[in-house]
Structure formats: structure tokens, C-alpha cells
């Protein structure tokens, strides 16, 4: 600055006046230097505030008329497309298309509110679509999936998706469940029909005298690898029907395109007259964006919802939180909810739905019951999927029940005995108090209808069987969390929870008879050979307010006491005979116990007892319900014990003479 001299050559400094406008919603400002501008300004200032308020009424009455017109043809909301098998594989809509506006699909019903659908339907080997008013609403071109019928729902007074499932034919029991999702849909509704690839091989005749009470006049000559599709509205007009032949049974019938129009039906009487309250309310927006769940949208005598249970007396988990592990298979978690929430001591205010995924109808589904939903991204594919989205609702629970010591875990694809509740009530002090407890569950792995009896025995074994459980937090924060298998990791999570180093010889509390019932016939590790072959036969306690005989007996010590006067007072079978011969345990009084000894060199030699299991049809994909090297179920109604020799600590007790059976893996028997 010392340096800085004045420019002799710069000219004066003369000041300038400028109009300054300042402009908002409400009124304009304007000063100038020149006084005889301003009633000018004025005026012009007035009449540009005039033209600004005319074009806001004018937009407002625009916009009023729009939405007027609009919402009489588009829906407020639909359902968010629904792609069975997503949770299956790994990937959500993978190889489906769904065009959509924001989250939820929608079906745009034309320009100026027009009330015909135009709908094509492409059926074929490799690729099904369905485009309306020349949108592509739906596409399966997934080479490895999608086989069978796809169905897809509209309303029809707005034209919006309100379901869409695919049936897989060409497999057992998927025409029955076919069956029961068209029995459910409401009547009026506009039904698609479309076959990819092959739809009729498992398409038997009560299947296809429901598609003729549909109005089909093809279904009776579908056959192997025919092309079909069929638009329809239930109870009503047949819009369109088109059938291809298959020309031998090594060729696919050729593509067909179907092109019907649909006139939509007034919007007055499409809705039914529920009366007023929360209850109802929950159905109406319900049943006003999702279809195939039968009486809970029905007009005259509706299903309830808001389902009531019976008080739980001397209840020792009313503050422990139910976390119903999800994904996109609203149909199970609708079953599942209705069993759950009608237990007995049940309460919706500790019931959180935990869905891997933003789909929307299972999201519908916890509204309509009153539960909480929670959503959040997929991470990992396949079973590293499922596995980290039981790490993050197990840690979302806690989080969301900071106080709760423990947490109970349910899958959507299992139903619970009315005494649910009631068994966890009277096990959860053993898990509080003996740390050799892993978990209580409610599932036996062995639990058939011909291998248990008692509903009021518990078990101890060394396996964790999952299909509800009781897991206590301190177990999760301080073991399992902190070394969860990563999202690389394609990891069963209940396989990694039965590790040595992770289980650390603890053991899980078990029933004889389960509490737990698994139905559901779809999924990354399920089909319905599957769950015909191992689950369809498990029993599920139907006797309310069981008392749990001698759970004090259960804790370590005294288990071992019991283990020991159990086999003392058990007969010995006779070795001599065929163990898988069906009088190996012969007729004798109820009350008579038997034990039996098997050859198990070491821990990991299970190899007479998975033959055995087979014999006896229960589980032998692995060992299961292993307690010391022994196993405990019954046989022709009585209680046998399976020791394993000379392995068990058990095997003391064999009889001098008694050679313990030995069932090499090449004596296979015949199957189930």
C-alpha cells in the first residue's frame, strides 16, 4: 500500500442511477432516478401482477380437471410386480421386465381417460410378455426360469397389476396350488393367462375344469409343449383365447401373439361397502391393490384381520420381539401371519416382518394385519443372500427392542401350533440359566407322524434345526454377529451356525412333537418333491395348553441322569432281526420302551445310522438330532433309543453278546 500513487489521467468518478426491480409471489417494487417514470412502472407493474394471478387460476383449474378425469382410469396405487421365484435365485426381477412409475406397476389405460384396454399376450418357448395400450407391462425372457403358467390380474375398473404368479406345471402339486390362487381371485377381475416353455405336463383334470369354468374352450386340447395364452374376466366375458400345437414331443408348438380389447367396467362398483374403522380400512386399500387372497376381500362375510388370541397366563415372554424373516412370497407370509398372530398369547405389537427386498405385496401384507414391515436392499446372491438378511434382521430386531434379552425367528413359509407361545414360555429359563443351551426350537428334525407321540417331551441335540427358534442377544452380540460369514460367502447361515467352532458343544432344546410346520414348497433350497419327501409328513401339535413334562430336567447335568434311567429301564431289541423290517420293534404295552445299538467308531461315523434313517423315512440328507451319539424318537408308537457303539458314552450299557448292528452304505433300501 506505501507503494500506490494516484492516476492523474483516470477520469472523476460520477455516480449512475439504475432501476432496481425487485419481483416475489406478491408485489413488485421499482424505484428509478427519474420521478415521472413511476406511474408508468406502476401501471405496467399492475398489469403484469393481473396476467400472473389469471395463469394461476387457469393452471389450478387445469390441473383440478386433470386429476378429475385421471383418477377415475388410473389407479392411486398398484401392486409392485411379483416374481415368485426372486427369492429363490438370488436376484430380484432378474430376466423380468415390469415397466413401472415409481415403485409400484401400473397399467396406463390410454389418453383422455378412454375405458378399452388393448392387450397383447405373447406365449412361447423361450419368452412370455404382456403389453397394454402398447406398454410392456410384464416380461419373463430368464432362459433358466419362469417354466409353466404365468397368470397376471387386473382390476377391472382401473386396469392396474394386482398379482401376477407363475406356476410351474410342468412339476407335482404346482396345478393344485394353481387351483386354489384362481379360487381366491375375486370375481369381475381381468385374468391372463400366458404358457413359456412347457405348462401342461402336471396339468391335471381338476386344474383344467377350472380354466373351462373360465370360459377356456382350448384347455381340454393343450398337451405337451403347446403354446397358450387366455384373457378372461372372471365370471364374465372370454376376451380372447389362442392355442398353438407342439407338431411332435421334441418341438415346442410355434409362438403365438394374442390381441384382445377390454372394455373397463365403471369404477362405482368395483369397490365393496365395508363399514368405517381401522379394520376395514387396512382391508380397503388392501384389497384395492392386491388380489388372490379369497375371503379377506370378500363383500359379504370378509375374513377377519385383526385376529384374536387367547390370554397366555404366567406368560414369561411378553417382551420378547418376533422376527418373521421374509421375502417375495406374499402367499406364505399371508398363512403364516394368520397362524401366528391367532396363537395363543400372541401380540402384534412385538411382531416385525423383515423383507429382503422392496417388494410391495408382502409389504401390503403387514399393513393389512397391523404388523411392522421392514425393507431394505438385497446384498449377496443366493444363499449368501439369505444369510445376510438373517444377520440384518436379527440385528435391525434388537435394535428396534434394545431391551429384549432374547428374540424368537420365524420363516414366512411356516405355520405355528396354538401353543407357540406357550412352549417358548416354559423353555426360555433354560437358556437363561444353563449356558450349555444353544436354542430352543420348535421343530424336531425327526418329528414324522410315525417317529413322535409324546407333546409334552423335549429333547436335547447337538444340531440346531431352525423353523422357529429362540436365540438369546447375548449370544448374537458377543459370538455370532461380530463373525457372521460375509456376503462373498455362499454360506448356508443355519449350516455355519452348526459348525464345532461355532456351536462350542452346546445343544438346542427340542419337542418330540414340533411346534412348527413347514409348507412352503418354493425356494433357493426347495421344491415341491423336496418338501413332499421330508417336510410334508412332519407333525404339528394341535393340543392346546400343553404343560412341558420335566423342562427342569433338561439343564446338562440332569439330562444326563434321565439319558441313564431311560436306557436301564429300555428293552433290547433283538439284533438278530432286520433293523429296517417293520416288526424290528415288536407289539408290546404302551408305556414299553426299547434301545437299540448301532455300530459308530468315531464322531463322524454315522454311516448305520443314516442307513437306518432311511429305513425308517426320516430325515438322512444329514445327521440330524444327534445327542452324544444317540438318538431319541418313537417306533410303532414307543419310545426307541439309537446309541451308536462304541463312540456314545452311552454304549456302557450294552448287554454282554449284543453285537451292535451294522448297516454298510452299499444296503441302500428302496426309497421313501
Same mark, same amino acid.
Given at each position: ?498 459348525? %464345532? ?5 452346546? #445343544?438346542? &432344546?427340542? *419337542?418330540?412333537?414340533?411346534? =412348527?410346520?413347514?409348507?412352503? +414348497? ?126 456314545? %458314552? ?5 448287554? #454282554?453278546? &449284543?453285537? *451292535?448292528?451294522?448297516?454298510? =452304505?452299499?444296503?441302500?433300501? +428302496?426309497?421313501?
Amino acid at each position: 500500500m506505501n507503494s500506490w500513487k494516484p492516476n492523474p489521467y483516470a477520469p472523476p468518478f460520477t455516480p449512475r442511477y439504475e432501476d432496481i426491480t425487485i419481483v416475489n409471489s406478491l408485489h413488485t417494487i421499482t424505484s428509478s432516478s427519474s420521478a415521472w417514470h413511476r406511474p408508468c412502472r406502476r401501471r405496467r407493474s399492475r398489469l403484469i401482477q393481473t396476467c400472473l394471478f389469471v395463469a394461476l387460476v387457469l393452471s389450478v383449474i387445469i390441473n383440478v380437471t386433470f386429476l378429475y378425469r385421471t383418477g377415475r382410469t388410473l389407479p392411486m396405487d398398484s401392486s409392485y410386480q411379483e416374481n415368485e421365484d426372486a427369492f429363490s435365485d438370488g436376484q430380484f426381477n432378474d430376466g423380468v421386465h415390469v415397466v413401472s412409475n415409481g415403485r409400484l406397476a401400473v397399467v396406463r389405460v390410454g389418453d383422455g381417460g378412454r375405458a378399452i384396454l388393448t392387450i397383447d399376450v405373447l406365449s412361447s418357448k423361450e419368452r412370455v410378455y404382456i403389453e397394454i395400450d402398447g406398454a410392456k407391462i410384464f416380461e419373463d425372457a430368464d432362459t433358466d426360469k419362469g417354466r409353466g403358467i404365468h397368470i397376471m390380474v387386473l382390476n377391472q375398473a382401473t386396469g392396474s397389476v394386482m398379482a401376477q404368479r407363475i406356476f410351474d406345471t410342468y412339476s407335482p402339486h404346482e396345478d393344485e396350488a394353481m387351483v386354489l390362487f384362481l379360487n381366491m381371485i375375486s370375481d369381475k377381475r381381468i385374468v391372463i393367462f400366458a404358457i413359456k416353455d412347457e405348462g401342461t405336463f402336471q396339468l391335471k383334470e381338476q386344474s383344467r375344469n377350472i380354466l373351462k369354468s373360465l370360459g377356456s374352450s382350448e384347455v381340454d386340447m393343450l398337451s405337451w409343449r403347446d403354446m397358450w395364452a387366455m384373457v378372461v374376466q372372471k365370471r364374465g366375458s372370454v376376451y380372447g383365447e389362442l392355442h398353438h400345437k407342439s407338431p411332435d414331443l421334441s418341438s415346442w408348438g410355434p409362438p403365438l401373439l394374442l390381441q384382445t380389447k377390454i372394455p373397463l367396467s365403471p369404477f362405482e362398483g368395483s369397490e365393496c361397502k365395508w363399514p368405517d374403522g381401522e379394520e376395514q380400512r387396512r382391508r380397503r386399500v388392501f384389497c384395492n391393490k392386491v388380489e388372490g387372497y379369497g375371503s379377506v376381500c370378500s363383500c359379504t362375510n370378509p375374513a377377519p384381520v385383526d385376529l384374536s388370541s387367547d390370554y397366555l397366563p404366567n406368560n414369561n415372554i411378553a417382551d420378547i420381539p418376533v422376527a418373521v424373516i421374509a421375502s417375495n412370497r406374499p402367499q406364505y407370509l399371508y398363512r403364516m401371519l394368520r397362524s401366528l398372530l391367532a396363537a395363543q398369547g400372541a401380540n402384534r405389537d412385538m411382531v416385525t416382518v423383515f423383507i429382503d427386498g422392496y417388494f410391495e405385496e408382502p409389504y401390503e401384507i403387514t399393513k393389512l394385519f397391523g404388523v411392522k414391515g421392514r425393507q431394505h436392499a438385497p446384498i449377496g446372491v443366493k444363499n449368501a443372500r439369505i444369510s445376510q438378511h438373517y444377520k440384518a434382521s436379527l440385528t435391525a430386531t434388537f435394535s428396534l427392542f434394545p431391551n429384549a434379552r432374547h428374540a424368537i425367528i420365524v420363516e414366512e413359509d411356516l405355520d405355528v401350533s396354538e401353543d407357540f407361545f406357550s412352549y417358548f414360555s416354559q423353555t426360555v429359563e433354560l437358556l437363561e440359566h444353563d449356558d450349555s443351551v444353544y436354542c430352543i426350537s420348535a421343530w424336531n428334525d425327526q418329528g414324522y407322524e410315525h417317529t413322535c407321540k409324546d407333546p409334552t417331551l423335549l429333547y436335547r441335540v447337538e444340531t440346531m434345526p431352525g423353523l422357529g427358534w429362540l436365540l438369546s442377544k447375548k449370544l448374537y452380540k458377543d459370538e455370532l454377529e461380530p463373525n457372521w460369514p460375509t456376503s462373498e460367502k455362499l454360506w448356508d447361515w443355519d449350516m455355519w451356525m452348526r459348525l %464345532p467352532e461355532i456351536r462350542k458343544n452346546r #445343544e438346542c &432344546i427340542i *419337542p418330540d412333537v414340533s411346534r =412348527t410346520f413347514h409348507f412352503g +414348497s418354493q425356494g433357493i433350497n426347495m421344491n415341491s418333491y423336496f418338501q413332499d419327501l421330508y417336510f410334508k409328513k412332519h407333525t404339528l401339535n394341535n393340543i392346546p395348553n400343553i404343560i412341558l413334562k420335566d423342562v427342569n430336567l433338561l439343564h446338562k447335568e440332569a439330562y444326563e441322569d434321565v439319558m441313564h434311567n431311560i436306557i436301564r429301564d429300555s428293552i433290547v431289541l433283538d439284533h438278530s432281526k432286520d433293523p429296517c423290517d417293520e416288526t424290528f420293534v415288536p407289539e408290546a404295552k404302551e408305556s414299553t420302551s426299547f434301545v437299540m445299538y448301532v455300530k459308530m467308531v468315531n464322531e463322524n461315523d454315522y454311516t448305520t445310522w443314516m442307513e437306518f434313517a432311511k429305513c425308517i423315512h426320516v430325515w438322512d440328507l444329514d445327521v440330524r438330532g444327534v445327542h452324544r451319539g444317540s438318538w431319541r424318537l418313537y417306533l410303532r408308537s414307543h419310545p426307541l433309543t439309537v446309541i451308536g457303539f462304541p463312540y456314545s %458314552p452311552y454304549a456302557l450299557f450294552k448287554p #454282554e453278546g &449284543i453285537v *451292535p448292528i451294522e448297516l454298510p =452304505t452299499s444296503a441302500v433300501r +428302496s426309497g421313501r
